[in-house]
Every structure is written in C-alpha cells, then in structure tokens.
C-alpha cells in the first residue's frame, strides 16, 4: 500500500493558478488509479478528478472541467493538479487518494488518503 502527501496548496486570488502535487511511497504507485477530491466544511467530499495508471484516461467533474488538468510522473512517484481559473467556491481542503480505475471517483471505496491540502480562492 502506498502512503500519500500532499502539497501544494495556499491562498490565491480568483483567476488565479495553483498546482498540486501529490507524493506518494512505495514501489507500487503505478499500479494505481489515482483521484483528486476536495472537501468544505460541513460538506461531504466532493470528487475532482483522476487519472488512470498510465496516465493516459483522466475524468473531471463537470465544474472543474476545463479549468484543472490532472497528470502523473510514474517515475517521481507523484500526481499532480493544475488548477487554472481559479473561482471562490474551489476553495477547500484537497486530498489525493488511490484506488482502482473502476472505483476511483467514489470516495467511499477508497482507503489510501493524503491528509490534504488546504486551497483558499479570494474574491
């Protein structure tokens, strides 16, 4: 099982960019799907996107569609989220998981978390 952490967050006005990167342990990370979810307070966590093993397949929610772009580096171990466009209600805390590809976009399958990082969008 691979250990995550995540980086990358911080404070942004709308507009903006970010990126996050996710670190993941281990020698299986390229054996996983990996997925990006983002959770506000009082808020059930919300699925972003993810990416297939390879990298190769990626799926957005529809209200990041267009804006975020996720990739990976095998090679580095890592998974990364480009946040462009950034608006206010992208604010929240973002978290990486792993999973398998059939699964990765619910986050009640998943058991592989990072302990999140924390994106503010100003208006």
């Known amino acids: 099982q691979v250990q995550l952490v995540e980086s990358g967050g911080g404070l942004v006005q709308a507009g903006g960019s970010l990126r996050l990167s996710c670190a993941a342990s281990?020698?299986?990370?390229?054996?996983?799907?990996m997925g990006w979810f983002r959770q506000c307070p009082g808020k059930e966590r919300e699925f972003v996107g993810a990416?297939?093993?390879?990298?190769?397949?990626?799926s957005y929610a529809d209200s990041v569609k267009d804006r975020f772009t996720i990739s990976r580096d095998n090679a580095k171990n890592t998974v990364y989220l480009q946040m462009n466009s950034l608006k206010p209600e992208d604010t929240a805390v973002y978290y990486c998981?792993?999973?398998?590809?059939?699964?990765?976009?619910?986050?009640?399958?998943?058991?592989?978390w990072g302990q999140g990082t924390q994106v503010t969008v100003s208006s």
């Open positions: 990416i297939s093993r390879s990298g190769l397949i990626a």
């Open positions: 281990g020698r299986t990370f390229s054996t996983y799907a």
């Open positions: 998981a792993a999973g398998q590809w059939a699964t990765i976009r619910d986050w009640d399958f998943l058991d592989t």
